[in-house]
């Protein structure tokens, strides 16, 4: 089993930036997932923003990219995302996944493990 802990969210002023990071621990492969970023806007769906394979490659949804960063560092079990540039549209709960593949995919429905998410609010 996998337990992903994210961290870093909070309240930001539009144009700001944060960095949210993701923790895995438990019996952990870490270096062979794919890993992926998620977010839940009040009151509508989970929606896909960024992941990253096992061999590095990164994919982002198109409202975020030029903005967020997706990164990994296996040594750590650590997932990040830096986000620049914030929206208001980019509050939401923020919630890491992880899958037992290396290839990265925009479904969650693919994803094997979750964290408990981490709210982000961007003010106007």
């Known amino acids: 089993q996998v337990t992903l802990v994210e961290s870093g969210g909070g309240l930001v002023q539009a144009g700001g930036s944060l960095r949210l990071s993701c923790t895995a621990s438990g019996r952990t492969y870490y270096s062979i997932y794919g890993l992926g970023w998620f977010r839940q806007p009040p009151g509508e769906e989970r929606e896909f923003v960024a992941a990253?394979?096992?061999?590095?490659?990164?994919y982002y949804t198109n409202s975020v990219k030029g903005r967020f960063t997706v990164s990994r560092d296996n040594a750590k079990n650590m997932l990040y995302l830096q986000m620049d540039s914030l929206k208001p549209e980019d509050s939401a709960v923020y919630y890491c996944?992880?899958?037992?593949?290396?290839?990265?995919?925009?479904?969650?429905?693919?994803?094997?493990?979750w964290g408990q998410g981490t709210r982000v609010t961007v003010s106007s």
């Open positions: 990253i394979n096992s061999g590095f490659a990164t």
């Open positions: 996944a992880a899958r037992n593949i290396g290839s990265a995919t925009i479904n969650e429905a693919e994803y094997d493990y």
